[in-house]
């Protein structure tokens, strides 16, 4: 009996434990499938055709640094836009994706999540977003479904489009006019709420 139940503890600590590891590898796994989509599309292509020249040459620089790891991918279908999210708002960040802005939400934990873009880069298609339109933000852990609840814009300091919301939000923030000479002088700003089924 003493045997019996000895063995029956053994499978039961071995079970566990393959199914430790084996959660283990899969999450692993699922992270280097996130992270080695490290061109802002799947199929590694980028449509640079609305794009400055500067902007087109900071981008393909931008491919030989390190950025970090991607924290989520941003998909706005109706601009065709499909793009890695990283920390953080440098220059070559901005060049190659966008980046989460810090002191806002992180991707997937609630709250207003503020996203940068540069507005003769990834985000020169947002002139064309309407209210209405959805976009979805990928994390490791699920893929959320949003709808844009509204588009305006601001002046440069007015912060206060990334303060707490009363839903979780995704705050899209863009330089504007969108083909300004020069550094442009006011901000285009774009917030999504969680889609309704």
């Known amino acids: 009996m003493e045997a019996g139940a000895l063995l029956v503890g053994g499978l039961l600590l071995l079970a566990y434990v393959v199914a430790r590891v084996d959660g283990h590898v899969h999450r692993r796994l699922a992270l280097g499938e996130f992270a080695a989509a490290s061109g802002p599309t799947r199929g590694g292509e980028v449509d640079t055709s609305l794009w400055s020249k500067g902007r087109i040459e900071g981008y393909e620089k931008s491919l030989e640094a390190d950025v970090g790891r991607i924290v989520a991918i941003l998909r706005i279908p109706k601009i065709g836009l499909e793009v890695p999210v990283f920390e953080g708002t440098d220059e070559i960040t901005l060049n190659r994706g966008l980046g989460r802005i810090p002191g806002s939400a992180r991707p997937g934990e609630g709250g207003n999540l503020g996203l940068a873009g540069h507005r003769d880069g990834f985000f020169r298609g947002?002139?064309?977003?309407?209210?209405?339109?959805?976009?979805?933000?990928?994390?490791?852990?699920?893929?959320?479904l949003y709808r844009v609840s509204e588009i305006k814009i601001v002046p440069p300091g007015e912060v206060e489009v990334l303060d707490p919301r009363p839903e979780p939000t995704v705050t899209l923030v863009t330089c504007y006019p969108f083909y300004f000479v020069g550094k442009a002088p006011k901000r285009y700003v774009v917030h999504a709420s969680p889609a309704r089924p």
């Open 126 to 144: 947002l002139k064309d977003v309407a209210v209405g339109d959805p976009l979805e933000l990928e994390t490791l852990e699920r893929t959320e």
